[in-house]
């Protein structure tokens, strides 16, 4: 299932086919006013596609960015030895040991002793 973004990408990718198979339909060595039309909409389309391009890829970079900040604050809320290193499993679990609210109050007595 397309969302918005790719719906609109491929409204401009639809079109630029369109104007393509025309030109690429003309007939050699004839004048054809219709394919020349063909070929500057094509090159419209395709210049509309760039912008869509750069901007859904800006649009991406930003939130790419925010998500890895978010993930990057809410590890380092993590008590070191739930942050991914040595046995940490990714899945919520250290050496066997599952994480629970416990481990936050456990590790801040370790810290105080």
Known sequence: MLTD???QLQAFFDELT???ARWDNRHAGQADAGARRAADDAVASI???TRALHKLRRELVGE???TGDATAARRSALPHRFRGYDGYDGYGGYDGYEIDDNDVVDDQAEQAM
Do not use: E
């Open 5 to 7: 973004r790719g719906k």
């Open 47 to 49: 210049t509309a596609l």
């Open 64 to 66: 790419a960015r925010r």
């Open 18 to 20: 369109v104007h393509l």
